[in-house]
């Protein structure tokens, strides 16, 4: 009954009474407001008017296949969606899928990560209805040494959809992930399964912070979200689809050359790191400098007392930016 009544709210142009749903339906009014309560505590605003009866005022940002694909308007990113209301990872099922035979261009969509991780496998917090947890799988013809430049590739795609979002300053700190007042919004994780020169296939795993509104304390200076930086709740199913268009546009670019040649001047204009002192957390030894933007290898450049050298794996730390005073 309440998905029947929903429908004919959702249908309405203002308010429909109690009388004229009961009507309609050939149940009592109490069952009507039964429900309306029910709507509500699944998330539903729905305003009450003595002698007016009920309007729909505003939805619960559900995120499914269905809502996203209508706002997806790729060739072939995010075709086919598939969303899970409760996932280990994102990545994990995009693998399991690609060795099943799925195709390039699954799209894997949890509301929830049970065992979500990071770089590194830190574990990253995946609560329901509050983030974007996806995963895009890629069959490319490309050499297993160039996959780990679609980090890069999809941190542009996701900055541009969050700036489309209403969020403003959205940064890239290389590698993997997107910043907005200095604090983490995004992280991105790319998975490569490959042999010696050629690529089975490739997941880049994609986690927007988006309805969040505070965060547990030990990452609470170092974290924040779509509705902290712009106080409104943006339908997640449209800034996935958002992102996918971005990358789709951003990738075809990136096969043209298989590097990041043709990104390189878009890419450093959004580099928090660019012409900033950095610390290079080496596996040999730990050193500073002067972060001159990456090359179109995707390495970062980092101006040393001994020289230019170019990064292409750890951690990066960015004075000023969280994870380092």
């Known amino acids: 009954m309440k998905e029947k009544i929903l429908r004919l709210l959702q249908e309405a ?17 109490t069952s009507v407001w039964k429900a ?3 709507l509500e505590e699944m998330g539903y605003e729905i305003e009450a008017v003595r002698n007016r009866g009920y309007r729909l005022c505003s939805e619960p940002d559900f995120l499914t296949a269905e809502r996203v694909c209508e706002y997806l308007d790729t060739v072939w990113a ?3 969606v598939r969303v899970y209301d409760s996932v280990d990872s994102t990545n994990n099922e995009a693998k399991r899928q690609a060795e099943s035979g799925a195709g390039q261009g699954l799209l894997v969509i949890g509301e929830q990560q049970t065992a979500g991780r990071g770089r590194r496998g830190r574990v990253w917090e995946s609560k329901k209805g509050e983030g974007i947890f996806m995963s895009l799988l890629l069959k490319p013809d490309l050499e297993p ?24 300053g959205v940064q890239i700190k290389w590698p993997n992930d997107i910043i ?17 020169d050629y690529v089975n296939h490739i997941v880049i795993g994609v986690g927007i912070n988006v309805h969040n509104q505070e965060f547990p304390a030990e990452v609470r200076q170092m974290a924040t979200s779509v ?15 958002q992102c996918m268009r971005q990358f789709e546009r951003y990738y075809a670019r990136f096969l043209e050359t298989h ?33 001159k933007g990456i090359n179109a290898e995707g390495e970062l450049l980092v101006e040393t007392e001994s020289g230019l050298r170019r990064v292409s794996a750890g951690e990066v730390s960015v004075r000023g930016v969280y994870g380092y005073v």
């Open 78 to 80: 995010g075709h086919p």
């Open 259 to 291: 590097d990041l040649s043709a990104l390189l001047e878009e890419y450093n204009a959004c580099l928090v790191n660019c012409g900033r002192q950095v610390r290079v957390l080496d596996f040999k030894k730990n050193y500073t400098g002067i972060a």
């Open 227 to 241: 509705f902290l930086e712009t106080g409104i709740h943006v339908c997640r199913a449209g800034l996935a689809a």
């Open 36 to 38: 309306i309560r029910q």
């Open 145 to 168: 040494s160039h996959a780990s430049m679609l980090t890069l590739v999809m941190g542009m795609a996701v900055r541009d959809a969050l700036e489309m979002s209403g969020v403003s």
């Open 13 to 29: 142009d203002g308010f429909l009474s109690g009388q004229e749903i009961s009507e309609k339906f050939g149940v009592t009014r």
């Open 180 to 196: 907005c007042s200095g604090r983490k919004i995004c992280g991105i994780l790319t998975e490569m399964s490959a042999q010696v």
